[in-house]
């Protein structure tokens, strides 16, 4: 049965929303904050590329535009719901499971690094992180993503036609994006997300939930009835988000009059991560 338990496990994940951005990203993010309520369950931490050689008034902007905490990050601080986290000019960021911190790095290349911020939060978050790439120039945030997708988080980028500059979220490889979104609707997204509003399945809708997956079974040859069920929930709630889904019922129709969606489900079911069988002492 989906019963509390798995309920429960599924909902107290600890959660952490990361976003990176660089050209265009101050107004970008003055968007997305400004849909969010004041209620967010989750913190957020900020990684925009900054000009160390100016004063930066991303902190008074956002403040201006958003019922949240804002706090810049000087040395560390601990994560607390409801917060966004923003990294100064010409640091280095770093997220532990309860903290961020920030260093000074005098190695060239994009500071605040989207990268070294998305493998650090998908090290301690997993599967309970989302992060969000939004506008900007190069390729900061490809790496990342990747460790963000294979650790089991969820990916999210700005819709590139809708982006002042594509070129980040475009670097990423589309085998790890989860969503792609417009700008104006990722903070709603990102609320859904952390507070669970797609539902998969309700406690007592077992038969309902079995027959969808034996329905996946037959499309892909594969039975998901065995693998962990909280984790197979949060990776359909994904695929439920961006197909705009809220109900498993929808959900089903959706796949029925989209049969490309089935690889897509498959995909997010299945562990990405091969590394175990590179490592000769490990596969021994």
Excluded: C, W
Aim: no cysteine; charged share 20%; net charge negative.
């Amino acid at each position: 049965m989906f019963g509390r338990e798995d309920m429960a496990e599924q909902q107290s994940m600890p959660q952490l929303v990361v976003i990176g951005s660089s050209a265009g990203g101050i107004d970008a993010l003055s968007t997305l904050v400004a849909s969010l309520p004041q209620s967010f369950p989750a913190p957020i931490v900020v990684a925009q590329h900054l000009d160390p050689r100016r004063q930066s008034h991303l902190a008074d902007i956002l403040r201006r535009r958003t019922p949240l905490d804002v706090i810049t990050v000087e040395t560390e601080e601990a994560l607390r719901p409801g917060v966004v986290y923003l990294v100064p000019a010409n640091r280095l960021v770093e997220v532990a499971s309860e903290r961020v911190g920030v260093r000074e790095d005098s190695h060239p290349g994009p500071k605040p690094s989207v990268d070294l911020l998305l493998d650090s939060a998908a090290e301690a978050f997993g599967e309970g992180l989302v992060a969000v790439i939004l506008t900007g120039i190069g390729s900061d945030g490809a790496a990342g993503a990747r460790h963000v997708s294979a650790a089991g988080g969820t990916v999210v980028i700005q819709n590139p036609q809708t982006a002042s500059y594509p070129s980040m979220p475009l670097s990423l490889s589309p085998t790890d994006v989860d969503i792609v979104a417009d700008l104006e609707a990722i903070g709603t997204l990102l609320n859904d997300l952390v507070t669970g509003v797609y539902q998969p399945a309700v406690a007592g809708d077992e038969k309902a939930f079995r027959a969808f997956l034996s329905d996946i079974q037959e499309q892909s040859g594969i039975d998901f009835r065995t693998y962990k069920r909280p984790t197979i929930m949060r990776r359909l709630q994904r695929r439920m988000a961006a197909t705009n889904t809220t109900q498993l019922k929808d959900y089903v129709r959706y796949l029925r009059t989209n049969p490309d969606e089935y690889q897509r489900l498959v995909s997010s079911f299945l562990i990405k991560v091969t590394e175990f069988f590179r490592d000769p002492d490990l596969f021994d």
